[in-house]
């Protein structure tokens, strides 16, 4: 079965600093790549995804990238502020599963005035 | 608008208690339908999945079952709790089947489980 390792398992950075997140994974079939992120006592909340046809993809301050030969995708989060402090989970899914995502151990973050 | 509805928000139960957790969606039709459990300060394990009505699929072996009785309706339930079913139990679902394509997960506000 598939297996994600998430990396740093916590990340402080200063106000307006950026923060990268790295996600290694196993299975070469999968080809879907959601981030979660979860506030304390929350539920994790979808904020971007890749597939595996395309190498990036923006949202305003967040990026993620994808490097299918080495097996490894990237959360990007630039001019950070204090809301942004949370947990991130990576995850991903080969198709054919049900969606059925692996989970990383997730990325505590916090952001510093 | 898809909406997913999680109930209670908390429970505290004794040990050897029974189990009944629920969880419905909205705005959509043969859904994938999760349960994961999270663990304090921990990362989210997949405990059940279900990609339609009776069929359940499950992760990890344990004394917690699930069911689907309906279509947008899945039940996590145990006949006797241990201390280690403490946690925070988390529903979601995604997009039934689309062809060749995996789909985001959607999660509930989540059930924190307290044994005592």
């Known amino acids: 079965g598939e297996n994600v390792e998430q990396h740093p398992s916590t990340l402080s950075v200063q106000e307006g600093d950026s923060a990268v997140i790295k996600c290694t994974y196993s299975d070469s079939a999968s080809n879907y790549f959601p981030w979660y992120k979860q506030e304390l006592g929350k539920r994790p909340q979808l904020i971007i995804d890749i597939r595996s046809n395309v190498g990036e993809k923006k949202d305003q301050r967040i990026a993620v990238t994808l490097n299918k030969t080495a097996k490894h995708f990237s959360l990007h989060i630039t001019e950070t502020q204090p809301e942004d402090s949370a947990v991130y989970f990576c995850a991903a899914t080969p198709t054919g599963t049900a969606s059925k995502l692996t989970f990383g151990t997730g990325t505590r973050l916090q952001v510093t005035l | 608008s898809q909406t997913i509805h999680q109930w209670p928000a908390t429970l505290v139960q004794p040990v050897g208690s029974p189990l009944s957790l629920e969880c419905t969606v909205e705005g959509t039709s043969n859904p994938n339908l999760y349960w994961y459990r999270q663990a304090a300060g921990r990362g989210l394990q997949l405990l059940f999945y279900?990609?339609?009505?009776?069929?359940i699929s499950s992760e990890v072996p344990q004394n917690l079952s699930a069911s689907r009785p309906q279509d947008r309706q899945f039940i996590l339930s145990s006949k006797k709790l241990l201390l280690s079913d403490s946690g925070f139990y988390l529903c979601a679902w995604s997009r039934g089947y689309v062809a060749f394509l995996s789909e985001p997960q959607h999660f509930g506000d989540g059930t924190r489980l307290s044994i005592l």
């Open positions: 279900s990609v339609g009505i009776g069929q």
